[in-house]
């Protein structure tokens, strides 16, 4: 099928005034007024383990994908993300795509603009605000007051002055334009300006939390306010928080998956998306695996768990380039909270519409808490990115005061210096790593049930597939399996498992040592309708929780979870691990 981009244009008329300080840019009061409408790319996550009897453990307490990371073939350009230019925002450009289609959404995400701004400083303050987890069952009656009333004064804006920036609608298509389509890169016309599914994702979504925070303390006059976080990371936070879940208050959006709400059928988070399983226990077992893998035992970088670099002038990049955690649970919460009646998953299952439902923000407080405490887990790898054009990618906010400021990723790598800290609450996945296998896999004994590589790559995955490949070198090396030229469609949600020596077949259980990692698409907007990329699971680990013995080679499994019939693979190899 041909390319989807198109070179039709269509002039927009100005649109009428309203009454506010800060007002939209006419499209055609600018040099580049006359827009052309284009298809875009957009966003739409020591030894081994003991003898603990998962089940007993969970009953007492009363990544996801995490190991996937595709190659840019793009070499960098040495070069900064600029922040946009509002003036050239184009309030007709959000779009999102629908059966293998890009398709415009009736929507302006355009903020008001104004041509005074600056240079952000973090201001001086004394005590931090501290973030309070939604689901510890600690909020006090007055905090949940507090923060409805943050909410609904924010909601009121909408109504008194559209245009106010501070306004809740407006802070909503904050992220529908950063993410959907209307803002270009500066000199860079027809290249989209992305914020997701690469090293920005963490920066900018603290800066978004940050001023949405400050304005929400601002109009109920409490400079002290601070926004929830949801510990789903948490047994005991795995599922909706209550304030957020009474119709008629102002934190409360209709437009969520009514089997996942509280009192719903199925009420307990689950991050291993398309799974079949229903054991609560299992569930939270295996949502504790996946924390600790996207978190710990899968990264060996600080660009494995921050996301690929993206620069000047590059395309933006497909969801596999993002980082561990961002692919992992970030993702899979979206996807369950957004309601799936609704014709592209409003609210938080779009990411154009996900800043509509106020428990995004707690949602991504937790994403940003995962930062904190990854930056924190001691580790073989250097966690810093030094890189100049990451920290000196920029973006544009309005503060608490309307003024719009520019910040850069260099000011926000300490969240203590921005004034805010997180209530401490438990993480027991940091020591859910598999439990090690006492005896290695009969690998000739699993070989009679695979075919070898030759034989069977290329394929469409319309079923499970073994697959016999060989290794360098023998036992436990510091390997990465390479999926090659994966071919998806781009409009399709798409997810396959892959597990290493695996003899008990038990896809859904993904807290076996045997588990290596998920390969996930959301559908998304592109200028072709395929996507090829290559997925890389780091090995090391897994050969020392499987026990593995000298063995020259492995079985590969890959297992389709959703919509393997929309994906091709051209091959599978294991190759050293590139530090």
């Known amino acids: 099928m ?12 100005t649109p009428t005034p309203r009454n506010s300080s800060l007002s939209k840019p006419s499209l055609l009061s600018t040099p580049n007024a006359r827009r052309s ?41 040495a070069d900064p ?39 952000y400083k973090l201001p001086s303050f004394t005590t931090p605000r501290v973030r309070p987890a939604a689901n510890r069952g600690t909020l006090k009656p007055e905090y949940i007051a507090k923060y409805q009333l943050a909410i609904k004064r924010m909601r009121e804006l909408d109504i008194t002055d559209p245009d106010d920036p501070r306004g809740f609608t407006q802070q909503a ?15 860079h016309p027809g290249i989209d300006l992305q914020v997701h599914n690469s090293w920005l994702f963490f920066p900018f979504h603290r800066w978004y939390l940050y001023f949405f925070e400050r304005i929400l303390g601002s109009l109920i006059d409490d400079p002290t306010f601070a926004i929830p976080y949801w510990n789903w990371d948490n047994p005991r936070g795995m599922f909706m928080p209550e304030m957020f879940s009474v119709p008629g208050t102002p934190a409360y959006d209709a437009n969520r998956d009514q089997n996942h709400i509280p009192g719903g059928p199925s009420p307990v988070v689950n991050l291993t998306l398309g799974s079949t399983v229903t054991d609560p226990i299992q569930i939270v077992n295996n949502n504790l695996t996946l924390m600790y893998n996207e978190m710990i035992g899968t990264p060996a970088s600080a660009i494995d768990f921050m996301g690929q670099a993206y620069r000047d002038g590059e395309a933006p990049h497909g969801f596999p380039l993002g980082g561990t955690s961002e ?34 923000y707690c949602h991504h407080a937790n994403v940003d808490r995962m930062w904190a405490l990854w930056k924190d887990i001691p580790a073989g790898y250097p966690k810093e990115i030094t890189d100049p054009d990451f920290l000196k990618s ?51 004994s699993l070989s009679k ?9 290329p394929l469409t995955l319309n079923s499970t597939v073994r697959v016999i490949v060989p290794k360098p070198a023998t036992g436990k090396a510091d390997e990465t399996l390479v999926i090659e030229n994966i071919v998806t469609n781009n409009s399709k949600l798409v997810k396959f498992d892959v597990f290493i020596n695996d003899e008990d ?44 013995a000298d063995d020259k080679s492995v079985v590969v499994t890959i297992v389709p979870i959703i919509n393997g019939s929309a994906v091709t693979i051209g091959s599978v190899k294991i190759v050293p691990r590139v530090a």
């Open 81 to 119: 993300i600029l922040p946009p230019d509002l003036s050239q925002c184009d309030a007709t450009g959000a779009t999102t795509t629908k059966d293998g289609q890009t398709v415009s959404l009736d929507v302006d995400c355009c903020p008001p603009f104004t041509d005074v701004q600056s240079d």
């Open 394 to 444: 920029a973006f544009m906010f309005y503060d608490e005061n309307k003024n719009l400021v520019r910040v850069t990723v260099a000011d926000a790598l300490d969240h203590k210096k921005m004034g805010y800290e997180y209530e401490a609450s438990n993480t027991p996945w940091m020591n859910y790593r598999p439990q090690q296998k006492l005896v290695p896999a009969d690998v000739q």
């Open 327 to 360: 692919r992992g649970s970030h993702t899979a919460i979206h996807v369950w909270v957004g309601d799936p009646n609704n014709e592209y998953s409003e609210d938080m299952g779009n990411f154009y519409s996900a800043g509509r439902d106020p428990l995004f």
């Open 2 to 13: 041909a390319s989807l981009q198109s070179s039709f244009t269509v002039l927009a008329t």
């Open 173 to 187: 298509n904050i992220h529908c334009a950063y993410c959907n389509g209307p803002y270009d890169q500066p000199d």
């Open 505 to 548: 077949d038990k896809p859904g259980e993904v807290d076996r040592a045997e588990y290596a990692g998920s390969f996930t698409q959301l559908p998304h907007r592109v200028k072709a309708k395929q996507s090829t990329g290559n997925l890389r699971l780091n090995l090391r680990e897994l050969y020392e929780n499987i026990n593995i």
């Open 449 to 457: 049930k695979a075919q070898t590589v030759k034989k069977l790559f």
């Open 37 to 77: 409408h284009r298809f875009r790319v957009s966003c739409n996550s020591s030894s081994g383990g003991g003898g603990v009897d998962r089940r007993n453990m969970l009953l007492g307490l009363g990544g996801l994908y995490g190991a996937s990371n595709l190659i840019s073939g793009r070499k960098a350009n």
